[in-house]
């Protein structure tokens, strides 16, 4: 079995694009729901209701449902794949800013609605991403593509997780989601 180094893996630019698009897969999975459940934990909310939120994740599980839809429409700009992935980034990086700017003790349903929004948007891009990945590796590129996917999406995890929680304390939570949705 070959052995891939990373220098090799980004240099060909459409293994490096599956590895950016992974990265921006994977930074607002956490960010609705173990990053925010930790939010809410600090601001002593209910612990039922933090464990109801838990719920906003659910379109990830449901993404099948709306995939056929992304094939069908295309936005007006950059053509099917490419348009869908920059209109889901702008939406992400507002609704997460937009969350990032709530009281969540004086408003959770708003709160939770955001962060419905938010996994939607991301599970939809998901799908787009996965979708432009297929299409845009060749055959043989898939395997490594794949994994600079899983590397990037891993990357994007660990910053929405372990690192957002060190930077709450330092900087705060709502600069910390209004940082992460810069990053977006």
Do not use: H
């Not at 998901?126 to 990945?133: G, K, L, P, T």
Request: hydrophobic content about 55%; cysteine-free.
């Amino acid at each position: 079995m070959a052995r891939v180094r990373f220098r090799e893996l980004v240099a060909n630019p459409r293994v490096a694009a599956a590895l950016t698009l992974g990265f921006a897969s994977g930074l607002p999975f956490n960010l609705p729901d173990a990053t925010l459940q930790a939010w809410l934990a600090t601001l002593d909310v209910d612990i039922r209701t933090i464990g109801w939120l838990t719920l906003v994740g659910a379109p990830y599980a449901f993404k099948f449902l709306w995939a056929p839809l992304l094939d069908r429409y295309a936005p007006p700009l950059l053509g099917r794949r490419r348009g869908w992935i920059l209109v889901l980034q702008l939406l992400l990086a507002g609704a997460i800013g937009l969350l990032g700017l709530q009281a969540p003790t004086e408003g959770i349903y708003a709160v939770a609605a955001i962060g419905l929004f938010i996994a939607f948007a991301s599970a939809t891009q998901d799908i787009v991403i996965d979708a432009y990945r297929t299409d845009t590796l060749r055959p043989a590129e898939r395997g490594v593509g794949s994994t600079a996917t899983q590397v990037g999406y891993r990357a994007a995890t660990w910053i929405t997780g372990a690192l957002a929680l060190i930077l709450s304390d330092v900087i705060g939570w709502r600069n910390t989601y209004l940082l992460m949705a810069g990053i977006m």
